[in-house]
């Protein structure tokens, strides 16, 4: 595979929220705004490229035996670092992801990649396939909250960090507060997965189609 | 003793773990198609979360004499992936039935976040826990995940015969029929137990 494919790999084909169904937990919870999910999205994919290129050229000493303990170690560190610098540089967003950023260290994403990839491939490779997981997972985020926030909070885009009002799209009386609760995540979630599902079944049929219309 | 009683029935009604805070989904959607398995999961992860909780809180207090509070996020996994390897190793050697049955769901618990949530939950100062409460928020937390993985596998046994829709089959509907759990646990946010004890 080229580097090229490594990095769309994990936005499209292998998409971790839609293709893969990893990393549920950040997911669900924070996708209530989109401002949350991109401080997120940003902070899963600076730890998944970085514990990725470390893994990678540590991949030849690492024992066997204890590697799980080592990639843990590894992604602990990196997950500190996001963790104090968005205290120090973004309180608000740090405040509403709360648990959740120390919590990216068990997300599955990211011991899934080191294990699955970043202890076989070379470091360039690995270098491009955090990015794109990482930007999957940040997109993911993105369409998943960009249903959420306008439905269940009226507006669009807050982000008071940055003293963006946003947009107000709803009006009052007219909001499904549902939305951003608990409910609204899995539901939003559960009917997006099956339209993704619907439309891959489509492109695989219609690709079939043209190959056999081609012979 | 109220207010282990108030923190329990928070931690396994009004804010679940899994189905108001979303800690633990991947063993949640992962493990519950069969009732068998899920309710070894559910007990597995109420002994882990227990213990984790409170190991943990002494292990904080031992890092804030130190002054390396910042190292909390590291020191918490490490611990509680040793405490699964050590869950793992004493009930090979003293309960081979229950090992048996939980076996291949015992490691998979080191990276529940339910685990490192409810570690780190216990030491946030706005809470300001004691080491007995944290202890009860920890085991009361594992409740609260048997109860919700528990409720979960016996629809998605009954959904097995359901006709559905080719895109709706696997994570789809059992993601709908979550967020209909949590609907249903909503209903326990405006329930008032302090009025009820009268308090």
């Given at each position: 595979?080229?580097?090229?494919?490594?990095?769309?790999?994990?936005?499209?084909?292998?998409n971790?929220?839609?293709?893969?169904?990893?990393?549920?937990?950040?997911?669900?919870?924070?996708?209530t705004?989109v401002?949350?999910?991109?401080?997120?999205g940003?902070?899963?994919?600076?730890?998944?490229?970085?514990?990725?290129?470390?893994?990678?050229?540590?991949?030849?000493?690492?024992?066997?035996?204890?590697?799980?303990?080592?990639?843990?170690?590894?992604?602990?560190?990196?997950?500190t670092?996001?963790?104090?610098?968005?205290?120090?540089?973004?309180?608000?967003?740090?405040?509403?992801?709360?648990?959740?950023?120390?919590?990216?260290?068990?997300?599955?994403i990211?011991?899934?990649?080191?294990?699955?990839?970043a202890?076989?491939?070379?470091?360039?490779?690995?270098?491009?396939?955090?990015?794109?997981?990482?930007?999957?997972?940040?997109?993911?985020?993105?369409?998943?909250?960009?249903?959420?926030?306008?439905?269940?909070?009226?507006t669009?885009l807050?982000?008071?960090?940055?003293?963006?009002?946003?947009?107000?799209?709803?009006s009052?009386?007219n909001?499904?507060?549902?939305?951003?609760?608990?409910?609204?995540?899995?539901?939003?979630?559960g009917?997006l997965?099956?339209?993704?599902n619907?439309?891959?079944?489509?492109?695989?049929?219609?690709?079939?189609?043209?190959?056999k219309?081609?012979? | 003793?109220?207010d282990?009683?108030?923190?329990s029935?928070?931690?396994?009604?009004?804010?679940?773990?899994?189905?108001?805070?979303?800690?633990?989904?991947?063993?949640?959607?992962?493990?519950?198609?069969?009732?068998?398995?899920?309710?070894?999961?559910?007990?597995?992860?109420?002994?882990?979360?227990?213990?984790?909780?409170?190991?943990?809180?002494?292990?904080?207090?031992?890092?804030?004499?130190?002054?390396?509070?910042?190292l909390?996020?590291?020191?918490?996994?490490?611990?509680?992936?040793?405490?699964?390897?050590?869950?793992?190793?004493?009930?090979?050697?003293?309960s081979?039935?229950?090992?048996?049955?939980?076996?291949?769901?015992?490691?998979?618990?080191?990276?529940?976040?339910?685990?490192?949530?409810v570690?780190?939950?216990?030491?946030?100062?706005?809470?300001?826990?004691?080491?007995?409460?944290?202890?009860?928020?920890?085991?009361?937390?594992?409740?609260?995940?048997?109860?919700a993985?528990?409720l979960?596998?016996?629809?998605?046994?009954?959904?097995?015969?359901?006709?559905?829709?080719?895109?709706?089959?696997?994570?789809?509907?059992?993601?709908?029929?979550?967020?209909?759990?949590?609907?249903?646990?909503?209903?326990?946010?405006?329930?008032?137990?302090?009025?009820?004890?009268?308090?």
């Amino acid at each position: 595979m080229k580097r090229w494919q490594v990095f769309t790999n994990g936005i499209f084909r292998e998409n971790p929220i839609f293709r893969l169904v990893l990393g549920m937990c950040p997911t669900l919870a924070i996708s209530t705004a989109v401002a949350n999910a991109l401080g997120m999205g940003l902070a899963a994919t600076f730890v998944l490229v970085c514990s990725n290129v470390i893994i990678s050229l540590l991949r030849n000493v690492i024992p066997d035996e204890v590697r799980i303990p080592c990639y843990i170690v590894v992604v602990a560190t990196f997950v500190t670092i996001v963790d104090k610098v968005m205290a120090a540089s973004a309180p608000g967003l740090h405040k509403v992801l709360g648990i959740f950023i120390p919590l990216i260290v068990v997300n599955c994403i990211i011991l899934g990649r080191a294990e699955a990839f970043a202890s076989k491939n070379s470091v360039g490779r690995s270098f491009m396939d955090g990015l794109g997981m990482g930007l999957g997972f940040t997109l993911g985020l993105l369409l998943l909250s960009a249903i959420r926030e306008p439905l269940g909070e009226g507006t669009f885009l807050v982000a008071k960090d940055f003293g963006f009002p946003g947009l107000g799209l709803i009006s009052e009386g007219n909001r499904a507060k549902i939305f951003v609760m608990a409910p609204g995540a899995f539901i939003t979630l559960g009917l997006l997965l099956a339209g993704i599902n619907k439309l891959a079944a489509k492109l695989t049929a219609a690709r079939a189609h043209t190959k056999k219309g081609g012979e | 003793m109220t207010d282990l009683l108030l923190i329990s029935f928070g931690a396994i009604f009004i804010n679940n773990f899994v189905l108001a805070r979303f800690l633990g989904i991947c063993p949640f959607l992962g493990v519950s198609k069969k009732l068998e398995t899920a309710v070894g999961m559910g007990l597995a992860v109420t002994f882990v979360m227990t213990m984790a909780s409170a190991i943990t809180y002494g292990v904080y207090k031992l890092l804030v004499l130190f002054d390396l509070e910042y190292l909390d996020t590291i020191t918490f996994i490490l611990v509680i992936a040793v405490l699964v390897q050590f869950v793992e190793m004493i009930l090979r050697k003293y309960s081979p039935g229950l090992y048996q049955a939980l076996g291949i769901y015992l490691p998979l618990i080191t990276t529940n976040c339910a685990v490192l949530g409810v570690a780190i939950i216990n030491i946030d100062p706005s809470e300001g826990y004691s080491f007995i409460q944290a202890t009860v928020n920890g085991f009361s937390g594992g409740v609260g995940f048997t109860l919700a993985i528990i409720l979960f596998a016996g629809l998605r046994e009954r959904l097995e015969f359901a006709p559905l829709p080719k895109a709706m089959e696997g994570f789809p509907i059992a993601l709908i029929l979550a967020g209909l759990i949590s609907i249903a646990f909503l209903g326990f946010s405006g329930f008032r137990l302090q009025a009820l004890l009268g308090l």
